[in-house]
C-alpha cells in the first residue's frame, strides 16, 4: 500500500510541476490539499493499514484504569499506575513489554491516586503526583528494584491534583491545580529526587486548575489556559528556575 502512496503523490507532483498546469501560488495550499484529501480518501478505502488503529485483545491490562498517565521507561517498557478504578486497581501498577502487562510491586498508598500525572526522572524513576488526600499525593517508582516508595512535603502546597513537569535540573516542578479546599489554587511546589521533598516555591500569578504545564527549551516552564475562579483561562505564565 506505501508503493501506491508513492505512485499517488508523485503523479500528483508531475502533474502540477508545467507552467500550463501550474497552480496559482495563491491557490497552491487550496489545490494540494484538495488533491491529497483525493488521495487518501481513495487508499483508505483500500484499507490502508498504516493509518488505522487496532484493538490488540491481547494487550489488555490487568485491571480497567482511567485518569492515569503513561510513562514510557528508559528501558523501553511502559507504566501506568493506579488511576480511578474498582479495588484493588487503584493500588496496583503495570509495566507494558513486549506485547504483556506486568504488575509492579504495590502502591506505597494504597487505594489514593485515583488521578495523577507522572514524570520520568533523569535517574530513570518515575514520580506521580494526584491523590484525593494531599498527604499521599505523590511517590516514586524504582524500576531496578521495582519498588514504590513515598515521597514527603506534599502537604506544604495542599494540592490533591496538578501537572508536573521535569526541569533542566532533575527537578520537578507542581505548578496548581486542585487544592485541598477549593477549585483552583496558585502555589507550586519543587520535587528533589535526591531528598525525596516537595518543598514550595514562587507561585503563579492566577489559580489555574487543568492547565498546561510544559518545559520549554531555554528552561523556562509554560503554563497556559485551565479554569481560572471563575471562568475558563487565555492567559498564560512562565517560570523561570
Request: with cysteine; charged share 15%.
Amino acid at each position: 500500500m506505501e508503493a501506491d502512496w508513492q505512485h499517488d503523490i508523485n503523479a500528483l507532483l508531475a502533474g502540477i510541476d508545467t507552467p500550463a498546469k501550474r497552480p496559482r501560488v495563491g491557490c497552491w495550499r487550496q489545490h494540494l490539499l484538495g488533491q491529497l484529501g483525493r488521495i487518501v480518501a481513495r487508499n483508505k478505502r483500500g484499507n490502508l493499514r498504516s493509518i488505522e488503529w487496532e484493538l490488540e485483545n491481547d494487550w489488555q491490562l490487568n485491571y480497567a484504569r482511567a485518569g492515569a498517565q503513561l510513562t514510557l521507561l528508559q528501558n523501553g517498557e511502559a507504566l501506568i499506575a493506579a488511576g480511578s478504578s474498582f479495588s484493588p486497581a487503584q493500588g496496583t501498577a503495570e509495566l507494558f513489554s513486549n506485547g504483556h502487562w506486568s504488575l509492579t510491586s504495590g502502591l506505597y498508598f494504597c487505594c489514593y491516586h485515583n488521578s495523577n500525572n507522572a514524570v520520568l526522572l533523569t535517574n530513570g524513576d518515575v514520580v506521580i503526583y494526584g491523590a484525593n488526600v494531599t498527604s499521599y499525593a505523590s511517590e516514586f517508582y524504582n524500576p531496578s528494584t521495582n519498588v514504590w516508595q513515598r515521597t514527603f512535603g506534599e502537604n506544604y502546597g495542599n494540592i490533591r491534583f496538578g501537572p508536573i513537569a521535569l526541569l533542566a535540573n532533575g527537578k520537578v516542578l507542581l505548578g496548581g491545580g486542585v487544592p485541598k479546599y477549593g477549585t483552583v489554587s496558585s502555589a507550586c511546589m519543587l520535587y528533589d529526587p535526591a531528598t525525596k521533598y516537595w518543598t514550595l516555591t514562587g507561585s503563579l500569578n492566577q489559580f489555574r486548575s487543568s492547565h498546561t504545564l510544559t518545559r520549554l527549551q531555554n528552561g523556562q516552564v509554560l503554563a497556559a489556559g485551565g479554569d481560572g475562579v471563575s471562568d475558563l483561562l487565555s492567559s498564560a505564565e512562565v517560570y523561570t528556575p
